[in-house]
């Protein structure tokens, strides 16, 4: 059990630019969570997968993000014209899901900075 | 929707302190209640979670009961160490009528400093 890998780790792009951060769940996890904190905030949930199907999308999730899980394994996330807004700590989690909830454990997250 | 409110922080205690932080939650259905630990500079970590009224989740001197009648689960441990330094996170996760939805509602966070 590796755990939850996100790369990169830090991302800084010009306003405008596209970015694309990519996760890698623990292998037996069938569901892919991705959330949004900023600084001071807790997590917000944006996205999440269960196999390679995406089965809940927030409202945070402007057009301008999309989030795929091809196969069922990795994920990315990708932003297009990225805003100063979009500045934030882009966090990966995975479950195994099932009858029961099981726990999420969360990758150390991806920093992104658009200046 | 479903919502989490924890106390303001940040909280700053002297060793062998007692800790509680509050945490109060709004939801639909029977959510299951967790805490999550940031330390300084590493990801979330589990701390604990309950799963239905009246359950008590504990790890490393943590506790935390699942109060229904006041929709509260706050956090509390005896005496703090130094090592117990970072914020703290308060969340739920949605069930109802069967379905288990699994995405976690996040309070705002408490940064906890303990002196030696």
């Known amino acids: 059990d590796t755990g939850v890998s996100q790369n990169p780790r830090h991302k800084i792009t010009k306003r405008g630019q596209n970015v694309t951060f990519r996760c890698d769940p623990i292998?037996?996890?069938?569901?892919l969570y991705w959330y949004r904190q900023t600084l001071g905030q807790g997590p917000e949930f944006l996205t999440y997968f269960q196999n390679e199907a995406q089965l809940e999308k927030s409202r945070l999730l402007s057009d301008r993000f999309s989030a795929e899980r091809p196969k069922g394994s990795f994920s990315t996330l990708e932003i297009q014209r990225t805003e100063q807004g979009d500045s934030a700590m882009y966090l990966c989690?995975?479950?195994?899901?099932?009858?029961?909830?099981?726990?999420?454990?969360f990758g150390p997250g991806t920093r992104l900075t658009v200046t | 929707g479903n919502s989490v409110t924890q106390m303001e922080g940040p909280v700053t205690l002297s060793e062998e302190a007692f800790l509680t932080i509050n945490c109060t939650y709004t939801?639909?259905?029977?959510?299951?209640l967790f805490w999550y630990v940031q330390y300084p500079g590493e990801g979330l970590q589990l701390l604990l979670k309950?799963?239905?009224?009246?359950d008590k989740g504990s790890n490393k001197g943590f506790e935390a009961t699942y109060r229904k009648e006041t929709t509260s689960f706050h956090l509390e441990k005896g005496s703090v160490q130094v090592s117990d330094s970072a914020v703290y996170f308060c969340a739920l996760s949605g069930y109802a009528g069967g379905t288990s939805y699994g995405k976690l509602t996040f309070g705002q966070g408490t940064i906890l400093t303990v002196h030696p």
């Open positions: 939801a639909t259905g029977y959510p299951s």
């Open positions: 989690a995975s479950s195994l899901h099932g009858q029961q909830m099981y726990e999420q454990y």
């Open positions: 292998s037996e996890h069938n569901r």
């Open positions: 309950a799963t239905k009224a009246d």
